[in-house]
């Protein structure tokens, strides 16, 4: 080959090449909604709302029916054609405000809200939906992620999970030694895993990064979030974690069994039987209905079932130490962390018994309980754990304040009311002030709160809760991107320190018209 032909084979070579290298980027850099998206088990289409595309109720496993109760969730099933994924799926057993039984079985889905953009690579923000692992579902507008994802330009993710006894139960009759997800007892935390690798397996086609998956959780929803730092069995499977009103909370196998023998009792006594017929346990509880396993309990705080058990430290799916275990053995999954709660958590858990209280008792109690339940275990103690551990990625902690009754001892030693001190006669300013889940409305941009929201999210102090919710969704926007939340909500949000008088928690207050929010050393 003459040198003027082998250079010019050599230039068309290169320009091949940059065509090719070009097209790639092109491709990758675009995303768009022409037709339906492949996903595991076949094809969906979603709908258009506006500026997001919007899929509801995708199969991430196969209904956990028949033999498939209390054990792994497997893969979904195929199936033939398009799925139309526009309606929500059924929320998860559990129990109604008017003591009926509510859900289905069937109920392993999750949704997925993107901004109807171009664009592709887009973090994910993955939720978990608290009630305290006995209720709750995301099959409601409440978790809706379309503000999230047009303000915060990413991919949001909500899932179901399985919930109660059927999401928890561990008994030595459900064990078949030959695969320890199953034999676990942690059927719940195993759906929230299969979720997050069907994940990693698809959200690429919707034009997220399964390498930028920050999982979030409040109350419930949060200590489901501390058991994928402490499972093996998430490893890989999210980069970012914000847990917010709840903490490290497990339980022991041995715990778990004393549980379910106890149920296990009361659908015999209810069956009126002694002893279980032929003597197999599995067979007897896998043929009562949801409806029957969930009447063996009573209920707590509107709908939650009292005396649940569950996250046991069965050491396959959460490490055998618990949380202070894994920390110990360097056995978990060390990412950044937001962790917070909020300053009166246990107010909305006292408010129908208000009656029985003094304005002073009252508010007295809500913190020191409020201290003792969430702030101390739930925040402080993990992040000064996690912070102690070299190379353990920066932890970040909030106390969120908006509402708080006016006596309250914060920063503003005059305190700011939100909340209206006469509505009707009562005080919701004592009664609510910042209480559990109130900080949902501000990371969602959703209004709700137990049918009391427009109380306080009114017109005269518009200003002032449309900035706090800015703030901090642009807090927790930044930190998905970079894992530091940085300056995004206006105040420079610094780690938390273990020395003495450094930087602990950002504290997420605001008033009529404007955010007040400050680094607390406390």
């Known amino acids: 080959m003459k040198k003027r032909e082998m250079f010019r084979f050599m230039a068309f070579g290169v320009l091949a090449l940059l065509f090719l290298l070009l097209t790639a980027c092109s491709e990758s850099e675009h995303w768009s909604y022409e037709g339906p998206i492949m996903v595991t088990g076949g094809q969906v289409s979603g709908e258009t709302q506006n500026d997001v595309f919007v899929f509801k109720g995708i199969p991430y496993a196969a209904p956990p029916v028949g033999d498939l109760r209390w054990k792994a969730p497997r893969?979904?099933?195929?199936?033939?054609?398009?799925?139309?994924?526009?309606?929500?799926?059924?929320?998860?057993?559990?129990?109604?405000g008017d003591g009926s039984?509510?859900?289905?079985?069937?109920?392993?889905?999750?949704?997925?809200?993107?901004?109807?953009?171009?664009?592709?690579?887009?973090?994910?923000?993955?939720?978990?939906?608290?009630?305290?692992?006995?209720?709750?579902?995301?099959?409601?507008?409440?978790y809706s992620g379309r503000k999230i994802a047009t303000r915060s330009n990413m991919v949001v993710v909500t899932i179901n999970y399985r919930l109660g006894p059927l999401g928890w139960l561990t008994h030595p009759a459900l064990r078949q030694g030959v695969n320890a997800s199953d034999d676990s007892g942690n059927y719940g935390t195993l759906d929230i895993i299969k979720a997050l690798e069907w994940v990693r397996n698809n959200i690429k086609n919707f034009g997220g990064n399964p390498n930028n998956v920050t999982i979030s959780g409040e109350s419930a929803g949060a200590v489901d979030v501390f058991s994928m730092v402490m499972s093996p069995k998430s490893a890989g499977l999210f980069h970012k974690a914000i847990s917010q009103s709840g903490g490290p909370s497990t339980s022991s196998v041995e715990a778990g069994e004393a549980h379910a023998q106890t149920v296990l009792s009361k659908l015999l006594t209810s069956d009126g039987l002694g002893a279980v017929p032929g003597g197999d346990v599995g067979a007897y509880l896998r043929g009562k209905t949801a409806e029957q396993i969930l009447k063996t309990y009573t209920v707590s705080s509107g709908t939650m079932l009292s005396g649940h058990v569950a996250v046991f430290r069965d050491g396959a799916v959460v490490h055998g130490g618990g949380f202070t275990g894994a920390l110990a053995a360097g056995q978990y999954n060390a990412v950044p962390m937001i962790i917070g709660s909020n300053k009166e958590e246990l107010k909305v858990f006292m408010a129908p018994n208000f009656a029985s209280y003094t304005a002073a008792s009252y508010q007295q109690t809500a913190r020191r309980l409020t201290d003792a339940s969430f702030k101390t275990p739930g925040v402080t103690n993990p992040a000064t754990a996690l912070t102690n551990i070299p190379g353990q990625p920066a932890v970040y902690a909030y106390e969120f304040l908006y509402g708080k009754y006016s006596h309250d001892e914060a920063y503003q030693p005059t305190g700011y009311n939100a909340w209206p001190t006469d509505y009707n006669g009562r005080n919701l300013a004592l009664i609510y002030g910042s209480s559990h889940a109130l900080d949902l409305p501000f990371f969602w941009g959703n209004i709700y709160f137990f049918g009391q929201e427009g109380a306080l999210f009114r017109e005269d102090n518009r200003l002032g809760w449309e900035a706090l919710t800015n703030a901090i969704m642009a807090y927790a926007a930044k930190f998905a991107y970079t894992g530091h939340p940085g300056n995004a909500g206006g105040v420079q949000w610094e780690p938390w320190s273990n020395t003495d008088g450094g930087p602990k928690r950002i504290l997420l207050d605001a008033d009529d018209t404007k955010t007040i929010i400050v680094m607390s050393a406390e």
């Open 101 to 142: 039984v509510v859900g289905n079985e069937n109920c392993l889905y999750l949704n997925v809200w993107r901004p109807k953009t171009e664009e592709t690579n887009l973090p994910v923000y993955f939720w978990i939906h608290g009630g305290g692992n006995s209720m709750g579902t995301a099959s409601t507008d409440f």
């Open 75 to 96: 893969d979904p099933y195929a199936w033939d054609g398009v799925k139309n994924t526009t309606e929500f799926a059924s929320a998860c057993p559990q129990y109604a």
